[in-house]
């Protein structure tokens, strides 16, 4: 990674021409500023604010420079970049017939003439050879962009794949890739070169008055890299890749005269490179937190080269004649946002998972070999590091059972793998003790006699039965009973609460409130024998499961729990028999404890009220504003629409006249 954070590096390339605009075009000594002069027109009166003078700062100018002037001053760096790791793009933008096409791909008449893309390609394999200790495979492939359309230019290839779905943009951890796309290995400069001759073949081209061959899409060439090291064994690898993109060139109706078909890929141009402009915009923003690659196929396509860990570059073509200024103006300008955006890159490693199991391999028997001389000098001569076997995995099990039985008192260790073993089946008879115990408390539970209310009561004591009188694990028709918790487990009740069951006990006792054959007494004893803490008597016979004898011993116990209690029970008569209801518990909060919290909610409750009234004077004032705004909006294109069928009026420039009804309805439309 870089020390400080960059930016997109911009070039720009002035087309030869012999009529160059001298006093409106202005090249710095220091090939790095640019002046734009542009004469203010004498009719639109003596107070003419519009801007006439602009002033660039690029990272180069380019005027009259060769093909190959241009390649070592912007292309050479990046593509050294590119066998190192790092991704690159190289862009060319301008207005149509600027020079991009020859500047990105070049002529084919003459050698010296050759662009960016195949000197590329020539630097690729020659730093390929160089590099005796990398072993380096290349890949190409070459995408277009027609009319919002992804098309594959080397899909006439022989060893081209036939996707079955249309091209897709996909989005992946290390950027984007282009999903049906065929990418192809090439071993050396002639293989590399036939494709990119192939793929040219094979681009959408057009002729109007400023380009007899304009391209009407915008192409992208990518050199996949990717470099494996001959003299380390360690398994990680770079990928890389570079784009070398050719921009279609923005163009104006009015210069161009497109119709038909040549007009509908104008339209698609424009619009995408809108996109792009909008997207540039977004990324030198700091404030937004959404980037709009989405919005176009060329922006998704290029999002790892905008504002992603790429080194690109923007080469700017711009014409230098005079009635192209305005043009020019446009392309050095987004060149100047172009270089506010940040480029910082970052080298791609992945680990090839082959090498890294043989080199995990290789370690291991690396550190089996220390150990083995380690044991040799220590005497230990017959340990073994090998996983163990089922016969010496029973062993092991055999050994912790005779130590939980207490035949033995310890058990020899001799290395770590044992003891996780020795661990493993520590929990494993555990486990299986715990379920033998609940196999046998289930059988012992399952032949109680459920006609037998004192019993039954007492296993649900012990947590045996369900309060349906269900044994732990019966089904009852929708699910299993889960039996009830032990009464240890239950938080300890209130004094108050004692009371009160103790004063029912009492009642329910009595020989007046009895009938005969009646057994609620003595569950009622029961239960609050149960949690009551002087006596264990009940708990015990639980846990040895004799019930009948804990049974038999429930009244007298009880009568000495009621004696003891009788002197609570007369304390707690005046207690009220159930607490209030939600409404009056409520109100005497509010009083009291709670008409503070009252008072605030009544103030928030004020405050909510006014807010919704502003809320909606606001919404009915803005809903007028917008009614206004449609109005004029609907003025204004119906005064275009008369302007136009009436025939536009024109000054000596060829530049339409706005007329008093429009200016006026702009500016209130601006305001």
């Not at 990398?134 to 006439?156: A, H, K, M, P, W």
């Not at 050396?188 to 001759?197: W, Y």
């Not at 486990?431 to 209310?453: G, H, I, P, W």
């Amino acid at each position: 990674m870089s020390d400080h954070p960059s930016t997109v590096k911009v070039f720009v390339r002035v087309k030869p021409t012999p009529n160059f605009a001298h006093h409106q075009i202005k090249i710095g000594e220091d090939k790095k500023t640019i002046d734009i002069h542009i004469r203010k027109d004498d009719k639109l009166g003596v107070v003419n604010n519009k801007r006439s003078d602009w002033s660039f700062k690029l990272d180069g100018l380019l005027h009259n420079a060769s093909q190959e002037t241009v390649y070592d001053t912007v292309a050479k760096p990046v593509v050294s970049k590119v066998l190192d790791g790092y991704n690159g793009t190289i862009m060319c933008y301008g207005q149509t017939g600027a020079g991009k096409t020859y500047t990105i791909t070049g002529a084919t008449e003459n050698f010296q003439l050759r662009g960016i893309i195949p000197r590329a390609l020539q630097q690729v394999f020659k730093e390929i050879r160089e590099k005796r200790d990398q072993s380096i495979t290349v890949q190409i492939s070459y995408l277009e962009i027609y009319n919002e359309t992804l098309f594959d230019l080397l899909s006439t290839m022989s060893d081209a794949p036939t996707p079955d779905t249309h091209m897709t943009i996909v989005d992946e951890t290390h950027g984007v890739f282009v999903k049906g796309l065929s990418v192809h290995l090439v071993n050396n400069e002639e293989q590399a070169l036939n494709l990119l001759f192939e793929g040219e073949t094979n681009r959408i081209i057009g002729s109007h008055v400023l380009n007899k061959n304009s391209s009407r899409s915008h192409c992208i060439f990518t050199i996949y890299v990717e470099s494996h090291s001959r003299v380390l064994s360690d398994a990680r690898y770079t990928v890389s890749k570079i784009n070398l993109v050719d921009l279609a060139g923005s163009e104006r109706l009015g210069k161009t005269g497109s119709e038909g078909q040549i007009l509908k890929e104008t339209t698609y141009i424009n619009k995408s490179l809108t996109f792009l402009e909008q997207t540039v915009m977004a990324l030198t923003d700091r404030s937004r937190d959404h980037i709009p690659f989405r919005q176009s196929k060329l922006t998704h396509a290029l999002k790892d080269s905008l504002g992603g860990n790429c080194d690109t570059i923007l080469i700017a073509n711009i014409y230098g004649d005079g009635p192209q200024l305005n043009e020019t103006l446009s392309t050095l300008r987004f060149a100047s946002r172009m270089k506010c955006v940040p480029a910082e890159t970052v080298v791609i490693e992945q680990y090839d998972p082959m090498r890294v199991a043989k080199n995990l391999k290789k370690e291991i028997d690396h550190l089996k070999h220390e150990l083995a001389i380690h044991n040799t000098l220590a005497n230990r001569t017959h340990v073994s590091y090998e996983p163990f076997s089922e016969s010496q995995i029973t062993e092991i099990n055999t050994q912790v059972r005779r130590y939980l039985d207490g035949t033995v008192d310890e058990i020899d260790i001799q290395n770590l793998r044992q003891i996780q073993e020795i661990f493993s089946q520590f929990k494993l008879i555990v486990s299986q003790q715990e379920k033998e115990v609940e196999a046998r408390l289930r059988q012992k539970y399952t032949l109680l006699d459920k006609t037998d209310s004192v019993t039954i009561t007492a296993a649900q004591k012990a947590g045996g039965l369900d309060e349906d009188g269900l044994l732990v694990g019966d089904v009852d028709g929708s699910s299993f009973g889960i039996g009830l918790a032990p009464m240890s487990s239950k938080p300890k009740s209130s004094l108050s609460a004692r009371k009160s069951k103790t004063k029912k006990l009492k009642e329910r006792s009595s020989p007046l409130s009895r009938k005969d054959g009646d057994p609620s007494p003595v569950l009622g004893f029961e239960l609050e024998l149960a949690s009551s803490s002087k006596t264990n008597l009940l708990t015990a016979s639980a846990k040895d499961l004799d019930i009948k004898e804990a049974a038999a011993k429930i009244p007298e116990t009880a009568t000495l729990i009621l004696q003891q209690a009788e002197p609570e029970v007369n304390e707690d008569v005046s207690r009220p028999s159930s607490p209030p209801s939600k409404h009056v518990a409520f109100e005497d909060f509010k009083a009291d404890p709670g008409s503070e919290l009252n008072r605030i909610f009544k103030e928030n409750k004020a405050i909510l009220t006014d807010r919704k009234n502003k809320l909606k004077e606001v919404t009915q004032r803005i809903n007028l504003i917008k009614k206004d705004i449609d109005a004029t909006s609907q003025s204004l294109n119906v005064t275009k629409v008369e302007r136009e069928k009436q025939g536009e009026p024109m000054n000596k420039g060829g530049q339409g006249i706005m007329t008093k009804m429009s200016f006026m309805l702009i500016v209130r439309l601006k305001d």
